[in-house]
């Protein structure tokens, strides 16, 4: 992927740009030739003849890609990298001959509306110009590229020090074109953003910093720059399992997702995304506490209507194709829980007070007292009936807890007696009727005998001890019946509580839980031996979508996947801690 803080287009090693939304994350797609087919469109620039060898990979701490090609004439480095934003998004490939002769090919097939829609293109002073009703698009490029069947197609030869270029810049067709750049220094210019922002990240994570890096830029670069909010994927549709119908929509700011990834920014020095995020928060949820959504908008929208693209075939077949997610619609306990955690972490930090979001942190807080004991939708956002999810109760105990801790921080005034009461009935409630004796397990619901891996939150959140014994015989259960491979799976996919009732493949922040559960257990061998393993299944440049197919070994699920991330970034700093002999705190708050 590469990114301007607005938008992210996918860059296949074959040196095809198959992604790509404008103007923003969850706009309409441009290039779908992911989840479709080339006609639907791509930006692909590669060798003619035969590639011997290609190998993909970031200048070191930067979204900038490189795809090396080997031929039998010669090697070239295709740069592909977005400007950060200031008007207009920016798309820059960059073709530089490394040693002998290569000829190359161009082939540019522009649609707008996911896909759908041919623009009119024609030749301008300044370029090509790509118009669709309000979409439009200029490509300014030092190679000449001729219309051949409704794509732009160009072949060019570069030589050992030669460079290329093409600029593709995206615009309002009522507006003037954008402004002239230079490639060149844009590109040195979005290096040093990369490397600045990087710089103020702290600590030092020995052979795993590499990888920690890698997902603190990914993360950033989720992040929508106007408003603070951060989307839980980059794509669209992208199979839980090739073949199956677990396509969905993550283009979208989840408050679960953002909330964990601002964890992991607050802890390392980037404060300037949590306030940024909180100040997104704000704006999102103000209104009533029980119209609170999981996910909203990059700008804060609630509409979120779910719709199929009957005219693309999915990736890899899988259909049906979906825009926007139903699930905005759900009742989900656990995010009250998840917003509380990351407010008051933000107060412990040092992060100046708003007495806004404290007010609005009150509010949620009486009406998570309120309706702890209801059933919900869940972290899974099933498709089936709502039920006591033992994850969601656990998480509106955060939310309690939180909130009078925030109480003494804050030395504020609040109703601490109905909290601490609501607090401490969800505590027996949960080790009551949560944990079964029977399966030696905290279950996926209360009074049930099916394992879920939202339990292994519960000491990472701070609601119980890591060695409490029920819990290591939870973990010790995950581990042994609720793994493929050694990975983990979210609970029991074919077992028809999501109604959906489809095999996936293997989620990996659950994963990346359990090696948390394993170090704060001293287990820091299976842990360490997990985490690489982990490690080990990222993309050939560090990037992870949300599950993993043991069996194919191949990623499913949508991609650059914050939440998974994150889940690296606080595996790491467990184990890395654990092994440096510092007692790790079994409690966040």
């Not at 710089?199 to 929508?224: F, I, M, N, Q, W």
């Not at 109480?407 to 909290?419: S, V």
């Not at 690489?532 to 990222?538: D, M």
Request: aromatic fraction near 10%; charge should be negative.
């Amino acid at each position: 992927m590469v990114g301007d803080l607005h938008t992210a287009a996918m860059i296949s090693d074959e040196g095809s740009v198959d992604w790509l939304c404008i103007p923003r994350f969850d706009s309409d797609a441009c290039f779908a030739s992911l989840i479709g087919k080339e006609d639907n469109g791509r930006f692909r620039i590669a060798p003619r003849a035969r590639v011997q060898k290609v190998v993909q990979a970031y200048e070191t701490d930067t979204l900038v890609l490189t795809t090396t090609f080997t031929t039998e004439t010669g090697a070239v480095r295709l740069v592909d990298f977005m400007p950060i934003r200031e008007s207009h998004a920016r798309l820059v490939r960059i073709v530089q001959g490394i040693s002998g002769e290569v000829e190359m090919s161009v082939d540019l097939t522009l649609r707008f509306d996911y896909g759908l829609t041919v623009p009119w293109v024609r030749r301008v002073k300044e370029g090509i110009d790509f118009v669709s009703g309000p979409n439009a698009a200029i490509l300014t490029s030092d190679v000449e590229l001729h219309g051949i069947g409704l794509a732009s197609i160009g072949h060019f030869t570069v030589a050992a020090g030669e460079q290329k270029s093409f600029v593709l810049a995206f615009y309002d067709s009522v507006t003037a074109l954008p402004r002239a750049i230079d490639p060149f220094v844009e590109l040195a210019q979005v290096r040093r953003f990369w490397r600045s922002w990087l710089a103020a990240t702290h600590e030092d994570y020995g052979p795993y910093d590499a990888c920690v890096r890698r997902s603190l830029v990914t993360l950033k670069a989720l992040t929508y720059a106007p408003t603070g909010g951060m989307v839980a994927a980059l794509t669209t549709s992208l199979p839980e399992q090739l073949g199956g119908s677990r396509n969905w929509d993550y283009r979208y700011c989840w408050l679960r997702d953002a909330t964990f990834a601002l964890y992991a920014f607050l802890h390392r020095g980037h404060g300037r995304e949590a306030r940024a995020w909180r100040a997104w928060l704000l704006r999102a949820v103000a209104g009533s506490a029980d119209q609170l959504q999981i996910l909203y908008g990059v700008g804060g929208e609630r509409r979120i209507p779910e719709l199929n693209l009957d005219w693309l075939d999915g990736y890899a077949g899988s259909k049906p194709v979906r825009i926007g997610n139903a699930a905005s619609e759900q009742f989900q306990l656990d995010v009250y829980g998840e917003v509380t955690d990351v407010l008051y972490q933000m107060l412990k930090v040092g992060i100046r007070h708003d007495e806004n979001a404290w007010e609005i942190q009150k509010y949620l807080t009486d009406h998570v007292a309120s309706v702890w004991n209801e059933p919900d939708d869940g972290i899974w956002e099933i498709r089936g009936e709502r039920q006591h999810f033992t994850h969601s109760k656990v998480m509106a105990w955060v939310a309690l807890d939180r909130s009078i801790s925030s109480l003494d921080l804050l030395g504020a005034d609040g109703p601490r007696e109905a909290w601490s009461a609501a607090r401490a009935q969800i505590v027996e409630t949960v080790m009551k009727r949560g944990y079964s004796e029977r399966v030696g397990a905290f279950t996926q619901a209360l009074d049930s005998d099916r394992l879920d891996a939202a339990v292994l939150l519960a000491p990472i959140m701070g609601f119980i001890d890591a060695n409490d014994p029920r819990m290591v015989s939870t973990v010790n259960r995950i581990a042994k019946d609720l793994t493929q491979d050694g990975f983990v799976l979210r609970y029991e996919p074919e077992a028809g509580v999501d109604g959906i009732g489809e095999p996936e493949g293997v989620f990996l922040p659950c994963s990346f839980w359990l090696v948390e559960n394993l170090a704060m257990q001293g287990r820091i061998d299976e842990a360490e031996e997990l985490l690489q393993k982990l490690i080990g299944v990222a993309s050939g440049v560090g990037i992870y979508s949300e599950e993993f197919d043991p069996k194919r070994h191949t990623m499913v699920g949508n991609f650059a996947q914050a939440f998974s991330h994150v889940g690296l970034v606080n595996a790491v700093h467990r184990v890395v801690t654990a092994k440096r002999g510092v007692k790790v705190a079994q409690r966040r708050g």
